[in-house]
């Protein structure tokens, strides 16, 4: 079974950036989908990001386009979120998720998840 800890979570400035990371253990990222999801208080979870090592597809929500980068190590099982100029409205829990095969958008299908991690964004 898949386990997976975020990292990186932290309070910091609008514009300014921050690295996540999503480690991998109890089995490797090779045919998996990873996924980063949010969540903010009284709001729906949404999805965020998704990578699939199938065929190396990238998703992004139309709100963080251009903003945020989701990339792969598999040497070290990890899966990161690069994001820059952070806005007040990013402020969530930020959670990875992984299911076997490609990116998914239903949050329901990922049956992997992490324990989440912080991230605020003040203005």
């Known amino acids: 079974e898949v386990q997976l800890v975020e990292s990186g979570g932290a309070l910091v400035q609008a514009g300014g950036s921050l690295r996540l990371s999503c480690a991998a253990s109890g089995g490797t990222l090779d045919d998996v989908a990873v996924g980063w999801f949010r969540q903010a208080p009284g709001k729906e979870r949404e999805g965020v990001s998704c990578?699939?090592?199938?065929?190396?597809?990238?998703f992004y929500a139309d709100s963080v386009k251009g903003r945020f980068t989701i990339s792969s190590d598999k040497a070290e099982n990890t899966v990161y979120l690069l994001m820059n100029s952070l806005k007040p409205e990013d402020t969530a829990v930020y959670y990875c998720?992984?299911?076997?095969?490609?990116?998914?958008?239903?949050?329901?299908?990922?049956?992997?998840w992490g324990q989440g991690t912080q991230v605020t964004v003040s203005s």
């Open positions: 990578i699939a090592s199938r065929d190396n597809s990238r």
């Open positions: 998720a992984a299911l076997h095969g490609i990116c998914a958008a239903s949050y329901s299908s990922y049956p992997y």
